[in-house]
């Protein structure tokens, strides 16, 4: 009889690509190691190769697994996606929603849509993840999260991309920052000579300050970088620079004090959000609803 490629297979190969090893991926599905290790082997005979190099005592995808990644998982989603319109046993397991998102909008801005929309469907299980608008993208290409939300582009293939809500950004510092005492409007000449406070490459919030900032400002002295808002905010706190942000960042620490925004020459600074999903993924009424949600909020807002 002609072996088959079976879900089990597929649910291994793709657990131990994303854990490393089979011990990692067991912790991950509701599988035995000895099971994942004999899915994962089982698979590799039907294909006639090795999807793996092992390095140390990592597995690592090769070239053959790579190239397979991303299908495997599509037949997954679509696996879930039967399981969840037509229930098992006549059960329908609860649905789930995966979403990814940049650390502005999962940090400041999707906690409270989550919850209006938790009230109104409140058996949905949701996972978030929080990374940069790079990391972000790269999770909704390869289909590891059902949606995503980014603060900066993106040149990933295949992933629909929609302007989701518009943020202005604001230049802060500390209150006993030279600039803050200034009584005009400080000039584009005093902020090229200022020092500025900068994200970590890669982060959509660095992209987009500078691509507001470079037409009016020509050069600005990042002398240092930071991986997180958090941190950058405490440090302009600190008057360790100035900080170009997303205002929904600093309100709190606007109320305290301990950070002022600047009053500037520059024109009012805005970027959009966007919403994200592969052109391939399925979507499910939960997911539908969860989309309706989120633009619903972005015309109120407007």
């Given amino acids: ?5 079976t879900l089990r297979q597929l649910q291994a190969f793709v657990a131990v690509a994303r ?5 990692a991926a067991a912790q991950e599905i509701p599988l035995s190691q000895s099971a994942v290790s004999a899915s994962l082997n089982e698979l590799e005979a039907l294909l006639g190769g090795k999807l793996f190099n092992r390095v140390g005592r990592r597995l690592v995808l090769n070239e053959h697994g790579r190239s397979m990644l991303a299908r495997a998982r599509v037949l997954l989603d679509e696996a879930r996606a039967i399981e969840s319109q037509f229930g098992t046993a006549g059960h329908a397991p ?3 929603l995966r979403i990814a998102a940049s650390t502005t909008i999962g940090n400041w801005v999707l906690p409270r849509v989550i919850a209006a929309y938790r009230r109104q469907e409140d058996d949905v299980r949701l996972a978030l993840e929080i990374g940069n608008t790079l990391q972000v993208a790269r999770a909704v290409a390869e289909f590891e999260v059902d949606l995503g939300f980014i603060e900066g582009p993106t040149t990933e293939p295949q992933l629909a991309v929609r302007p989701w809500m518009a943020d202005e950004l604001v230049i802060v510092c500390a209150k006993r920052h030279p600039l803050a ?3 005009r409007r400080v000039s584009l000449a005093r902020l090229r000579e200022a020092s500025w406070l900068a994200r970590e490459a890669g982060s959509g919030t660095r992209e987009v300050v500078e691509r507001a900032l470079q037409p009016h400002l020509h050069a600005m002295k990042a002398e240092m970088e930071l991986g ?3 941190a950058i905010t405490q440090a302009a706190a600190e008057g360790l620079g100035l ?5 929904c960042t ?4 606007l109320k305290l004090g301990r950070v002022v925004v600047l009053r500037t020459a520059l024109p009012k600074l805005q970027r959009t959000f966007y919403l994200v999903h592969h052109e391939r993924r399925y979507m499910s009424p939960t997911l539908e609803r969860f989309i309706a949600h989120c633009l619903a909020i972005q015309r109120q807002r407007g």
């Fill in 94 to 96: 609860a649905p789930r």
């Fill in 181 to 183: 005492r200034a009584r």
């Fill in 1 to 5: 009889m002609t072996a088959r490629l």
């Fill in 19 to 23: 854990a490393g090893s089979t011990m």
């Fill in 243 to 247: 900080a170009c942000v997303s205002r």
């Fill in 228 to 230: 997180s808002t958090e």
């Fill in 250 to 253: 600093v309100e709190d620490m």
